[in-house]
């Protein structure tokens, strides 16, 4: 740590992760998109949205983050870990650590308990192959990137 980091109390950030003004904006974005989908609208950019509720995997603390999402079958989300620069996205390691408490909310509903699977293999490449179809910017996110995007099924967990 330099002198400087040490006089802010600031730590120096890992390459291919988000500054602290792009971690503020996310944040900031993030609550306003999760208000607009509890009160119905869930749509961004034209995609459809919700909400996915994790536990912080160090912290235990609740973690809501705002997610496209595509259909997978009749009961059934897809969703893909973009973002997060040279690795994953928070919320992907959250689900990954704490998979069994892990809910979403649609537009004006309330949370479901889901159950995520990360796809693999020829699974993967045909649902990344649909997600690609229905928005091409996903598409060309994947291409800039150096790492795979994973694509997360989520069904309802049975009781």
Known sequence: M???????????RKPGTPGAFSRWMQRTTNARMNRKIRNGKGQFMGM??????????????PRETPLAWFPEG???WLVVASGGGSQHP???????AHPDRVTV???GQAAVPVTPQQ????????????????QPRIAKYQSKSERQYP????RPRRP
Request: aromatic share 4%.
């Open 2 to 12: 330099t002198q400087n980091e040490q006089m802010s109390g600031r730590r120096p």
């Open 48 to 61: 459809d949205v919700l909400i996915l509720n994790t536990v912080g995997r160090r912290s235990g603390q």
């Open 74 to 76: 009749e009961n059934g």
């Open 90 to 96: 928070d919320w992907h390691a959250n689900l990954t």
């Open 105 to 107: 909310e649609l537009p």
């Open 119 to 134: 796809l693999e293999g020829d699974e993967r490449d045909q649902a990344w192959q649909r997600i690609a179809a229905a």
């Open 151 to 154: 694509v997360i099924r989520l």
